[in-house]
């Protein structure tokens, strides 16, 4: 291109002929190679940073041997406040949503076993309860209403139908604490 002259000890000296929109153009392509052997994707991203920031606070900076070791240096700024915000979000350590196993439709093994203890402690204390006990769970599992248990088993009054059914549930309640 031209831009660029041998200098002294091997520093490269830029032309003073550039304008600003010219050397941040040169200036872009430089901090995207810099960004893209950082960080691979999101270079362009952080290159429009870098520029954005040279744009707002340092309108002054006119020249290449001023701007280019700044812009490199808010590269780094942007590329480490990026990294960092992908380690507070956690998506460094995401796991692709096809990678995860699909949830059962049916319950999860604790659940199966819960239930089969539950229902193991409940047959045991219903064989402990008295026969009346039994009779009555056994009508109101039958789906029968309390009229219709209490004309089965031929109860005088409601209430004493409904008296014993709570002594029962009571009672059911206390024996697995047992």
């Known amino acids: 291109?031209?831009?660029?002259?041998?200098?002294?000890?091997?520093?490269?000296?830029?032309?003073?002929c550039l304008e600003r929109s010219q050397i941040l153009v040169l200036l872009r392509e430089r901090i995207v190679r810099f960004a893209a052997s950082r960080v691979g994707e999101g270079a362009d991203d952080i290159a429009q940073e870098v520029l954005l920031?040279?744009?707002?606070?340092?309108?002054?900076?006119?020249q290449v041997e001023d701007l280019l070791p700044l812009s490199l240096q808010i590269a780094r700024f942007k590329i480490l406040a990026a990294r960092r915000k992908t380690v507070r979000r956690g998506e460094n350590t995401q796991v692709s949503v096809e990678d995860l196993p699909l949830a059962g439709?049916?319950?999860?093994?604790y659940e199966q076993v819960a239930r089969r203890e539950r229902l193991e402690q409940l047959e045991a204390a219903l064989?402990?309860?008295?026969?009346?006990?039994?009779?009555?769970?056994?009508?109101?599992?039958?789906?029968?209403?309390f009229i219709d248990i209490q004309q089965q088993m031929k109860v005088?009054?409601?209430?004493?139908?409904?008296?014993w059914d709570f002594r029962c549930r009571k009672e059911l309640q206390e024996r697995?604490?047992?």
């Open 127 to 145: 064989k402990q309860l008295g026969d009346r006990c039994r009779e009555i769970f056994s009508l109101k599992l039958q789906g029968l209403s």
């Open 105 to 109: 439709e049916g319950p999860d093994p």
């Open 176 to 178: 697995p604490r047992k």
């Open 1 to 16: 291109m031209g831009l660029i002259v041998a200098g002294v000890w091997g520093r490269p000296q830029y032309n003073n």
């Open 53 to 62: 920031v040279l744009h707002e606070k340092y309108p002054a900076l006119n």
């Open 156 to 163: 005088g009054s409601l209430n004493t139908l409904y008296t």
